[in-house]
């Protein structure tokens, strides 16, 4: 075997995409699973393309054997590194045979083929494939793919069509990312589905025995995704099973797999009695994000990593929009936009801003990010908006049509809009290319008759970007009177140039209803008047700007507070009351219109006015704000409460859920007066899991000292609800107590670091659940991230990594605070060994 060297921690750029000299049409695989040694035997059926050796990747695999057209591959002929095996001078076309060994029972990264629990599952995206076999993976290498797992495991899964007991054949060219295989002792609930085109489709949800009664709520979700999918995007299934199989041990939420979608359990099982309305609403998102991953992902896939947005962006659109149409347009849209805000807003403010489509990276995994994914499906929405419904279905025909098959690119998704609307989407393109969130400043001025709106779009410089040039930002708008009735309904403005403006005759000033529907993912900059915000409040006929008006009302109260020590008036307080009691709104939206802004919201715009925010004021200035709308709501509380029963049995659908929702809040209102006692009474009255924790975690937010006990009792058979226990009482402890308490449980029994959703969720209870108690001054909170950060990452990194982002906003604090985050992050990057993933994210953060 000649030398070779390897290659480490490289960063690989877009600008050096080149296609593969040879490519792999058809790869047949067979298993032999064993915990220890596994023997995977691959078959390659290869084509010359261009010039060059071929280069496969492969990583912590023991080779046994390698062959070219069965003959077995002479030394000179072939070298390895620790991540590659190059052929020398192979022939045109040719099959090449290896044989190796892996241990699925050591593979504690959870990526390629591992355990859990005593079930074989596998990973592969991004990159895990090449550590279960050589082969180029990267996923403009399509292959058909036949399957073969031996042994006697009851239950033995693929990609595509079942050809024989444990043979799989899948007939769909796919790139590795989309390979799966699934063993073990599992139970199905199954159903039929028969597609617009009348192929009978077998449904599965397979899981854990134990498990089965928990899966009715995922099937459904699967069936309304398959017909949505029909009914709008005129996409039908096409293979004769599609199986869903839940996992204990699974770094992110689900994954697409050809036919054969793997999934984080906590995104299956589901009943009333253990999992909350927020559960149920994921599960029914995740299912349908991972189907309908079939035609935009699948079916066409991506050119390179690069593009990873075309197929995340397109489908989080595509499941947002079926989720509007499951549980309502306003609500669902106003909670993606919050959670856009939380996540993305943050991510592009702070050290780890990048495009859509990033121009670099070294870790592919490190980018499965809100950006990617969130912001990448706010561009899918506004380019609906600038082309049309009409021309937005027409684009995406002609996708289907023109690229079934392909792995593409941004440039080919938007040339189809382009060829089918004739619309130029030269400037719009910027949206992938430039990153920060783009504020848009709106002043107004009425004179003579004319009402004129002047606008100002700033995009911010972010790490490697400066000096930008203009985006093209659809602004949705509408004009009211100012006794509230529309006086012009909702209209696009383009703006394409640094500045522009607006203008109308009108006989008295207009109240300006702007970014409606949150139309552009920008900050908007806009003092407009306190009246006309509380019209707006009161009678904007687009449902997300009545609520926006309500949150802007809140956030001006809550940072005067914080940085002016200014009380809350009694126009607003009246204004929420009015809310929380107008028995014609709908209580989802008044359950949200009762949510104060986050603690890390306000950090965020404190930071971004140019003040230092203080985690401990905001703190105490959110249970202050709180306070005093309780206490202007005392009498009504108890009714108000009382009128969102839901008799009968638990139903997760939305019409509930958001009565429960209001139940929630306005519970935790009432804890704010009585220190408990209606929590109490609700927590023990709880016949579902939604009221139990919302009891509880008012319970805890009072100090109670019995009910964490209690709870653990009842539910310590249940590792998903005692996820939402290790969460809850981190997140709702003082937080002078968190750190120690957060500490004090990584030593419970239960406590098990090498389960991404328990690591999780006890360190997303501090870091995003208890931004106070993180941000401890004594810098406690870093340390303990820190120290359990070097831990897991030496296992899995890529949960490690993911979770080291709670340090991206260290630049935000104060001096102190800052000296203590660095010193944890210097203290990170300096550890030897680290990981490539947890390495690149700290270097990104230290810039
Ligand atoms: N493609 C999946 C999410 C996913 C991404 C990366 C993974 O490993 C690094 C695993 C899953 C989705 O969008 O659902
Ligand atoms: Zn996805």
């Given at each position: 075997m000649r030398d070779a060297t390897?290659?480490?921690?490289?960063?690989?750029?877009?600008?050096?995409?080149?296609?593969?000299?040879?490519?792999?049409s058809h790869v047949a695989l067979s298993f032999r699973l064993d915990p220890q040694a596994t023997r995977v035997s691959a078959r390659l059926t290869c084509k010359r393309k261009g010039s060059g050796d071929m280069v496969l990747d492969g990583e912590m695999l023991k080779l046994l054997s390698i062959a070219i057209d069965g003959v077995p591959l002479a030394a000179d002929r072939y070298s390895r590194t620790d991540t590659t095996l190059t052929l020398y001078d192979a022939p045109d076309s040719f099959v090449l045979e290896t044989e190796v060994e892996i241990a699925p029972e050591d593979n504690k990264a959870l990526s390629g083929l591992y355990m859990s629990k005593g079930m074989y599952c596998t990973q592969c995206e991004a990159e895990g494939f090449r550590r279960?076999?050589?082969?180029?993976?990267?996923?403009?290498?399509?292959?058909?793919?036949?399957?073969?797992?031996?042994?006697?495991?009851?239950?033995?899964?693929?990609?595509?069509?079942?050809?024989?007991?444990?043979t799989w054949h899948d007939p769909w060219p796919k790139p590795t990312y989309l390979f799966a295989l699934v063993a073990g002792d599992l139970l199905a609930t199954s159903d039929r589905f028969t597609t617009s085109e009348g192929r009978d489709v077998t449904l599965n949800v397979w899981v854990r025995p134990g498990d089965e009664g928990l899966t009715a709520f995922a099937m459904d979700s699967l069936k309304r995704s398959m017909t949505w999918d029909e009914e709008v995007y005129g996409r039908p299934y096409d293979l004769s099973v599609f199986n869903i199989v839940a996992v204990d041990d699974f770094n992110m939420g689900a994954m697409e797999n050809k036919g054969l979608n793997i999934f984080n359990s906590k995104y299956v099982l589901a009943s009333p009695a253990t999992a909350t309305d927020a559960d149920f609403a994921n599960i029914e998102s995740i299912v349908a994000h991972e189907y309908f991953h079939n035609w935009t992902g699948n079916r066409i896939t991506c050119r390179d990593w690069f593009q990873l947005c075309l197929k995340e962006g397109l489908t989080v659109f595509r499941d947002q929009q079926f989720s509007q149409d499951e549980r309502g347009f306003a609500t669902q849209r106003i909670g993606d936009v919050l959670n856009l805000r939380a996540r993305q807003f943050r991510e592009d403010a702070g050290p780890l801003a990048h495009p859509v489509r990033p121009e670099s990276f070294v870790e592919i995994n490190n980018f499965y990010t809100a950006t990617i994914y969130e912001k990448g499906a706010e561009l899918i929405g506004m380019l609906r908006t600038l082309v049309g419904p009409k021309g937005y279905d027409a684009g995406c025909a002609l996708y289907f049509e023109r690229h079934d098959g392909d792995a593409a690119t941004i440039e080919d998704w938007l040339a189809c809009f382009e060829t089918a609307t004739g619309r130029d989407l030269s400037q719009f393109k910027l949206w992938y290319a430039q990153a920060g969130t783009p504020r848009v400043q709106v002043s107004e001025t009425f004179k003579d008759g004319i009402y004129r709106i002047d606008l100002k779009q700033i995009v911010p410089d972010t790490p490697g970007q400066t000096d930008k040039c203009p985006m093209h930002?659809?602004?949705?708008?509408?004009?009211?009177s100012q006794d509230g009735t529309e006086t012009q309904a909702t209209q696009v403005h383009e703006l394409t140039t640094e500045t522009g403006s607006m203008t109308f005759e009108m006989s008295a000033k207009p109240v300006l209803s702007i970014l409606r529907g949150f139309s552009a993912p920008v900050i908007l900059e806009f003092?407009?008047?306190?009246?006309?915000?509380?019209?707006?409040?009161?009678?904007?006929?687009?449902?997300?700007?009545?609520?926006?008006?309500?949150?802007?009302?809140?956030?001006?109260?809550?940072?005067?507070?914080?940085?002016?020590?200014?009380?809350?008036?009694?126009?607003?307080?009246?204004?929420?009351?009015a809310l929380a009691t107008d028995e014609l709104a709908d209580p989802a939206f008044r359950a949200l219109a009762l949510a104060l802004p986050s603690e890390d919201d306000l950090a965020?715009?404190?930071?971004?006015?140019?003040?230092?925010?203080?985690?401990?004021?905001?703190?105490?200035?959110?249970?202050?704000?709180?306070?005093?709308?309780?206490a202007r709501l005392r009498d009504a509380l108890p009714g108000l409460r009382d009128a969102m029963a839901t008799p009968g049995n638990y139903d997760p659908k939305a019409e509930d859920a958001g009565k429960r929702a209001l139940a929630g809040r306005l519970l935790g209102l009432q804890t704010m007066l009585d220190g408990g006692v209606a929590a109490r009474?609700?927590?023990?009255?709880?016949?579902?899991?939604?009221?139990?924790?919302?009891?509880?975690?008012?319970?805890?937010?009072?100090?109670?000292?019995?009910?964490?006990?209690?709870?653990?009792?009842?539910?310590?058979?249940?590792?998903?609800?005692?996820?939402?226990?290790f969460m809850a009482q981190v997140a709702h402890a003082a937080p002078r107590d968190a750190v120690t308490l957060a500490d004090t449980l990584t030593r419970?029994?239960?406590?098990?670091?090498?389960?991404?959703?328990?690591?999780?969720?006890?360190?997303?209870?501090?870091?995003?659940?208890?931004?106070?108690?993180?941000?401890?001054?004594?810098?406690?909170?870093?340390?303990?991230?820190?120290?359990?950060?070097?831990?897991?990452?030496?296992?899995?990194?890529?949960?490690?990594?993911?979770?080291?982002?709670?340090?991206?906003?260290?630049?935000?604090?104060?001096?102190?605070?800052?000296?203590?985050?660095?010193?944890?992050?210097q203290r990170i990057s300096g550890t030897e060994g680290l990981s490539r993933d947890l390495s690149e994210m700290v270097t990104r953060m230290l810039k």
């Amino acid at each position: 075997m000649r030398d070779a060297t390897p290659e480490q921690n490289q960063t690989v750029y877009l600008k050096d995409y080149t296609p593969v000299p040879v490519t792999v049409s058809h790869v047949a695989l067979s298993f032999r699973l064993d915990p220890q040694a596994t023997r995977v035997s691959a078959r390659l059926t290869c084509k010359r393309k261009g010039s060059g050796d071929m280069v496969l990747d492969g990583e912590m695999l023991k080779l046994l054997s390698i062959a070219i057209d069965g003959v077995p591959l002479a030394a000179d002929r072939y070298s390895r590194t620790d991540t590659t095996l190059t052929l020398y001078d192979a022939p045109d076309s040719f099959v090449l045979e290896t044989e190796v060994e892996i241990a699925p029972e050591d593979n504690k990264a959870l990526s390629g083929l591992y355990m859990s629990k005593g079930m074989y599952c596998t990973q592969c995206e991004a990159e895990g494939f090449r550590r279960i076999t050589y082969m180029l993976d990267r996923p403009d290498v399509m292959a058909t793919y036949d399957v073969e797992i031996g042994g006697d495991l009851p239950v033995r899964l693929s990609n595509g069509n079942e050809t024989g007991p444990g043979t799989w054949h899948d007939p769909w060219p796919k790139p590795t990312y989309l390979f799966a295989l699934v063993a073990g002792d599992l139970l199905a609930t199954s159903d039929r589905f028969t597609t617009s085109e009348g192929r009978d489709v077998t449904l599965n949800v397979w899981v854990r025995p134990g498990d089965e009664g928990l899966t009715a709520f995922a099937m459904d979700s699967l069936k309304r995704s398959m017909t949505w999918d029909e009914e709008v995007y005129g996409r039908p299934y096409d293979l004769s099973v599609f199986n869903i199989v839940a996992v204990d041990d699974f770094n992110m939420g689900a994954m697409e797999n050809k036919g054969l979608n793997i999934f984080n359990s906590k995104y299956v099982l589901a009943s009333p009695a253990t999992a909350t309305d927020a559960d149920f609403a994921n599960i029914e998102s995740i299912v349908a994000h991972e189907y309908f991953h079939n035609w935009t992902g699948n079916r066409i896939t991506c050119r390179d990593w690069f593009q990873l947005c075309l197929k995340e962006g397109l489908t989080v659109f595509r499941d947002q929009q079926f989720s509007q149409d499951e549980r309502g347009f306003a609500t669902q849209r106003i909670g993606d936009v919050l959670n856009l805000r939380a996540r993305q807003f943050r991510e592009d403010a702070g050290p780890l801003a990048h495009p859509v489509r990033p121009e670099s990276f070294v870790e592919i995994n490190n980018f499965y990010t809100a950006t990617i994914y969130e912001k990448g499906a706010e561009l899918i929405g506004m380019l609906r908006t600038l082309v049309g419904p009409k021309g937005y279905d027409a684009g995406c025909a002609l996708y289907f049509e023109r690229h079934d098959g392909d792995a593409a690119t941004i440039e080919d998704w938007l040339a189809c809009f382009e060829t089918a609307t004739g619309r130029d989407l030269s400037q719009f393109k910027l949206w992938y290319a430039q990153a920060g969130t783009p504020r848009v400043q709106v002043s107004e001025t009425f004179k003579d008759g004319i009402y004129r709106i002047d606008l100002k779009q700033i995009v911010p410089d972010t790490p490697g970007q400066t000096d930008k040039c203009p985006m093209h930002i659809p602004l949705a708008f509408g004009l009211l009177s100012q006794d509230g009735t529309e006086t012009q309904a909702t209209q696009v403005h383009e703006l394409t140039t640094e500045t522009g403006s607006m203008t109308f005759e009108m006989s008295a000033k207009p109240v300006l209803s702007i970014l409606r529907g949150f139309s552009a993912p920008v900050i908007l900059e806009f003092e407009q008047t306190e009246s006309d915000r509380l019209t707006l409040l009161a009678h904007d006929s687009d449902p997300f700007n009545r609520w926006e008006a309500g949150r802007v009302l809140a956030k001006d109260r809550l940072m005067r507070a914080v940085t002016k020590d200014a009380g809350f008036d009694d126009a607003w307080l009246n204004a929420v009351a009015a809310l929380a009691t107008d028995e014609l709104a709908d209580p989802a939206f008044r359950a949200l219109a009762l949510a104060l802004p986050s603690e890390d919201d306000l950090a965020q715009s404190l930071y971004g006015a140019g003040v230092v925010p203080d985690p401990d004021r905001i703190y105490a200035v959110r249970r202050a704000a709180q306070l005093a709308i309780a206490a202007r709501l005392r009498d009504a509380l108890p009714g108000l409460r009382d009128a969102m029963a839901t008799p009968g049995n638990y139903d997760p659908k939305a019409e509930d859920a958001g009565k429960r929702a209001l139940a929630g809040r306005l519970l935790g209102l009432q804890t704010m007066l009585d220190g408990g006692v209606a929590a109490r009474t609700a927590y023990d009255a709880a016949d579902n899991m939604t009221d139990r924790m919302a009891a509880f975690a008012n319970l805890l937010e009072a100090g109670d000292t019995t009910v964490a006990k209690q709870f653990e009792n009842d539910w310590q058979h249940d590792r998903l609800v005692m996820d939402k226990w290790f969460m809850a009482q981190v997140a709702h402890a003082a937080p002078r107590d968190a750190v120690t308490l957060a500490d004090t449980l990584t030593r419970h029994p239960d406590f098990d670091a090498s389960n991404p959703n328990r690591f999780r969720s006890l360190m997303a209870g501090l870091t995003a659940g208890n931004p106070a108690g993180f941000h401890n001054p004594d810098g406690s909170g870093y340390k303990f991230l820190a120290d359990w950060l070097l831990y897991l990452d030496k296992s899995n990194p890529q949960t490690t990594a993911r979770m080291s982002t709670a340090f991206d906003g260290w630049k935000r604090y104060d001096a102190d605070r800052q000296d203590l985050m660095r010193a944890q992050l210097q203290r990170i990057s300096g550890t030897e060994g680290l990981s490539r993933d947890l390495s690149e994210m700290v270097t990104r953060m230290l810039k």
